[in-house]
């Protein structure tokens, strides 16, 4: 028994002893976790090392005071390796010292893409991937959120400067602008950079727009300051997005309700890990490596998988029969490893020796009462993909993604002073309908009901203004296009379809054919018409529904909110399909020019059409020019609705109310009395020759028919004396004229003539 505890004794004792550094701040108050992640790594593979009769010892050199200094003596310790130095800085001079004397050394922190030289840094790896990295992680996240400009805020030193740096290079190769970039003194112990220099970075953000924020800080102290005069300048709440760095994403005490919904991007750190949980409960609730009582600090991941990573590759060398004391072998052999560590698949590149795998995970600041970052989603950066697990609560507490521009409002007096000019055109319009219907029966050859249609279809065009006046609200973009593209059917498809009824009668009247035209028939045109319009508009809500965006003002920094579809398609398929209407206007306009004036649109209707085709060769490529100024885009829209509904209405219909209203006319459709109608039994005579003419029985029928009769022996009469045509009144209301045959179309001057010699009923 005492022979087997002298040989084991014996055996512990004549352990070699391998040597490991480790160099970091001991001044900051991460450190006791960094260092404890590094022992707890030691501890596990320890007994793999006792089996080979090895034993290892961590040595500590601080980095406080002087990066060369420490280096010096790290060497003089004889070490195998060093984990560390922490961050870019001090590797950037530590790490020169360690490569000429042929030291691996596995930092941690350092982000710095400088540390990437292998011709100045032979000997430098990092477990943390560089800025490069993280930089193109925070564009990727940008572009997925859909910012195209972004401001920088860093620390005057070098971990904030290279970022800062990178970002812009990084920026410009990738379409997205970094408006300005500001800088500010870190805070060194109790020395605080003063409120002058804060308020300068503010005034230039301020000056600049800035809406998202990239906050390249080296500590969280530093951030919390920057955030606490970022509140006194507004520029902490909603509307805005602060982004930080790894530095401030070992935020812990982000206790301020006012931090709530900032962002970070931090290297994937393992967690929801069970390596993770172990780790982290190993270190919480260590009396030694976190006596403070602070909650886990993400870098004594990368620690336990730096220290990992060089004992792995110890033993990979010592097992492999290599000479342990060449460093080179130990180099060779870390670049070559491949592991599953706390912070997921390490690796390193052969010549850099730069992280691979770089996944970083994409934090926010959601738990106040825990005060540090809670993991949303991933981004990698290899790939530029965004996955977000959870749904962002950006800054006051919104889950609305914000604009990258200062969002402002349409001019509350120019959306009042469009409100009272279309207000007062629905007036115009009500009074017009008004007029319609208590004077129904002297619009009767009108089709009043048609009329009226007309009218619907101009409100619905007011009403469409009216919607786009407020601040834009998802409904309310949808809302937008039915209500204007239903309007302008209901309207122009109307007025197109009665004319047409009209041009059809007096067609086929030459023709000697009896039609009939109800409004039956004339509604199921104008249905059709409406109809055609919902299916593309349905089309359109469905697959792509315009959406609230903020759309930036041209070189000013500011955006409008307006409506916006992914594709511009379904807006060109909008407006050029309404000039398929113009031009069924200007056919049936020509086709209805000689009809007699009481039926005869063709004047009012060339004249909407002029003014029509006017605005939209104005207004529609100027929509489209203007795009990048809201407002001026809004005015000509809403001027261009007025316009195109007034002048319509106004030309149909004002100068026949106005006879009404002023007592020149009494009757719309008749330059005799109404009873005259009833009085005039016989046929006029032209020219000296009277033609007896015959009336069917055309009582009044549902759909308001007019019949056109002509007898055999009437038609050998007019062709044998080539007799000019004739019209006939009748007592019938529903009727209006009844034309009895001829070889031509009644014409206007026909009936000037007509009136000068006998009034007739028309």
């Known amino acids: 028994m005492i022979f087997s505890l002298l040989l084991i004794l014996g055996g512990v004792l004549s352990l070699e002893e391998l040597r490991l550094g480790f160099m970091a701040p001991q001044g900051d108050p991460e450190y006791t976790q960094y260092e404890g992640a590094a022992l707890i790594a030691i501890q596990e593979l320890q007994p793999q090392f006792t089996q080979l009769n090895y034993e290892i010892k961590m040595v500590n050199v601080s980095s406080d005071l002087d990066a060369v200094i420490a280096a010096i003596e790290m060497k003089d310790l004889n070490v195998s390796g060093v984990v560390g130095p922490a961050y870019t800085g001090d590797s950037s001079v530590s790490c020169l010292i360690f490569g000429s004397y042929k030291v691996p050394s596995v930092s941690f922190y350092a982000t710095g893409t400088e540390l990437s030289d292998s011709g100045k840094y032979p000997y430098f790896n990092r477990v943390m991937p560089d800025d490069l990295l993280q930089v193109r992680a925070i564009l990727a996240l940008a572009k997925h959120l859909g910012w195209e400009r972004i401001s920088c805020v860093h620390t005057n030193e070098d971990y904030g400067i290279g970022g800062a740096n990178i970002l812009v290079r990084e920026a410009n190769n990738n379409a997205v602008t970094v408006n300005t970039i500001q800088s500010v003194d870190p805070i060194d112990g109790d020395v605080v950079p003063s409120d002058e220099a804060y308020d300068r970075v503010f005034n230039n953000l301020e000056a600049a727009k800035a809406r998202v924020i990239v906050a390249y800080a080296i500590f969280p102290n530093d951030c919390t300051n920057l955030w606490t005069h970022a509140k006194r300048r507004g520029f902490l709440g909603e509307g805005f997005t602060w982004i930080v760095t790894d530095g401030c994403a070992e935020l812990t005490n982000g206790n301020n309700e006012d931090f709530k919904g900032v962002l970070a991007v931090f290297p994937n750190y393992g967690l929801g890990g069970e390596k993770l949980k172990a780790l982290e409960n190993q270190i919480v609730n260590s009396n030694v490596y976190n006596a403070d009582g602070n909650s886990y600090f993400k870098g004594a991941s990368f620690s336990y998988d730096a220290t990992y990573s060089l004992l792995l590759s110890f033993l990979k060398v010592i097992n492999g029969g290599l000479n342990i004391w060449d460093t080179k072998n130990i180099l060779d052999t870390l670049r070559s490893n491949e592991f599953e560590g706390v912070t997921g698949k390490v690796g390193f590149d052969a010549e850099t020796g730069d992280r691979l795998y770089g996944v970083f995970s994409l934090l926010n600041l959601i738990n106040i009462t825990k005060g540090s970052f809670d993991k949303i989603g991933e981004i990698n950066p290899q790939t530029w993909e965004v996955n977000i697990s959870t749904p962002i609560t950006f800054l006051g507490d919104t889950h609305h993604v914000p604009s990258d521009y200062e969002v402002v409002e349409y001019s509350i007096v120019l959306n009042a002073v469009l409100g009272a000019i279309t207000g007062v055109c629905v007036l115009f319009v009500l009074f017009i309908c008004v007029v319609i219907v208590s004077q129904w029966r002297k619009f009767r050859y009108s089709s009043p009901l048609f009329c009226i249609l007309i009218i619907l279809g101009a409100l619905l065009g007011y009403a469409s203004i009216f919607v786009l006046l407020p601040s834009p609200t998802q409904n309310l973009c949808s809302s937008f296009p039915w209500l204007?593209?239903?309007?302008?059917?209901?309207?122009?498809?109307?007025?197109?379809?009665?004319?047409?009824?009209?041009?059809?009668?007096?067609?086929?009247?030459?023709?000697?054919?009896?039609?009939?035209?109800?409004?039956?028939?004339?509604?199921?045109?104008?249905?059709?018409?409406?109809?055609?319009?919902?299916?593309?508009?349905?089309?359109?809500?469905?697959?792509?529904?315009?959406?609230?965006?903020?759309?930036?003002?041209?070189?000013?920094?500011?955006?409008?909110?307006?409506?916006?579809?992914?594709?511009?398609?379904?807006?060109?398929?909008?407006?050029?399909?309404?000039?398929?209407?113009?031009?069924?206007?200007?056919?049936?306009?020509?086709?209805?020019?000689?009809?007699?004036?009481?039926?005869?649109?063709?004047?009012?209707?060339?004249?909407?059409?002029?003014?029509?085709?006017?605005?939209?060769?104005?207004?529609?490529?100027?929509?489209?020019?203007?795009?990048?100024?809201?407002?001026?885009?809004?005015?000509?829209?809403?001027?261009?609705?007025?316009?195109?509904?007034?002048?319509?209405?106004?030309?149909?219909?004002?100068?026949?109310?106005?006879?009404?209203?002023?007592?020149?006319?009494?009757?719309?459709?008749?330059?005799?009395?109404?009873?005259?109608?009833?009085?005039?039994?016989?046929?006029r005579s032209y020219n000296g020759t009277t033609t007896d003419m015959k009336m069917e029985s055309m009582g009044r029928k549902s759909g308001q028919a007019v019949s056109v009769s002509v007898s055999n022996t009437q038609q050998q009469q007019q062709t044998q004396q080539s007799q000019e045509p004739t019209y006939v009144s009748t007592n019938d209301p529903t009727l209006g004229i009844v034309y009895n045959g001829g070889e031509s179309l009644p014409t206007s001057s026909i009936v000037r003539q007509q009136k000068s010699q006998n009034p007739l009923n028309v």
């Open 484 to 683: 204007l593209g239903i309007g302008y059917v209901i309207m122009f498809g109307t007025l197109f379809t009665k004319t047409w009824r009209t041009w059809r009668l007096f067609a086929n009247a030459r023709k000697f054919k009896i039609i009939r035209i109800s409004n039956k028939m004339m509604f199921t045109v104008v249905g059709s018409f409406v109809l055609l319009e919902s299916v593309f508009m349905i089309l359109w809500t469905t697959v792509d529904r315009p959406e609230v965006l903020a759309e930036p003002i041209y070189k000013s920094g500011q955006a409008q909110l307006q409506c916006s579809s992914d594709s511009m398609a379904w807006w060109f398929v909008f407006v050029f399909y309404k000039v398929f209407y113009v031009v069924i206007g200007v056919f049936l306009a020509f086709k209805t020019r000689d009809v007699v004036d009481s039926l005869n649109e063709s004047k009012p209707i060339t004249l909407s059409l002029y003014n029509l085709t006017f605005v939209m060769l104005i207004a529609i490529p100027l929509g489209f020019i203007l795009r990048d100024y809201p407002t001026a885009v809004m005015v000509i829209e809403v001027v261009a609705i007025l316009l195109s509904f007034t002048a319509t209405v106004g030309l149909l219909f004002l100068p026949k109310v106005w006879k009404i209203v002023s007592g020149q006319q009494h009757s719309m459709d008749s330059h005799g009395s109404s009873d005259s109608m009833g009085r005039n039994s016989s046929a």
